[in-house]
């Protein structure tokens, strides 16, 4: 018995590590200064809740690129001017389609950004 509660304790201890840092899919809504705010997607275009959230220092933002091998967004090329672009300074009502990646205290470490079709970054 105390075998399986050590085990089940271990294992929620894991889980709930891995909880903290995220990786979210969502349309980026406005940029002011080092605060990011973005609508998480759930589904094919169901949106869900709101996120406002925190840049790290040393931030990433780069153009997201797909790998027909592994069949995964990977980080591409960085964006001139990082958060300052042109993307970011002008935010149509659509929103900039991107990945979030945060780290354990919730601070956007790397943002890729995707592509419209048709569309230059």
């Known amino acids: 018995m105390l075998r399986k509660v050590i085990a089940a ?12 840092a995220g990786q979210f899919r969502g349309l980026i809504t406005k ?21 406002t959230l925190t840049v790290a220092k040393d931030v990433k933002v780069v153009k997201a690129m797909f790998n027909k091998e ?20 002008s935010i149509g ?17 790397e943002i890729r950004v995707m592509q419209r079709r048709g569309k230059k970054q």
Do not use: R
């Open 9 to 20: 304790s271990l294992v929620l201890g894991l889980s709930v590590g891995v909880c903290f």
């Open 93 to 109: 009502e659509k929103g900039v389609p991107a990945t979030i990646i945060t780290d354990d205290d919730k601070k956007i470490t």
């Open 70 to 89: 592994t069949k995964k967004l990977e980080a591409g090329d960085a964006i001139e001017g990082g958060l300052k672009s042109k993307a970011f300074t």
């Open 31 to 51: 940029v002011d200064g080092n605060k990011v705010t973005f609508t998480e997607m759930k589904g094919k275009g169901q949106k869900g809740d709101e996120h």
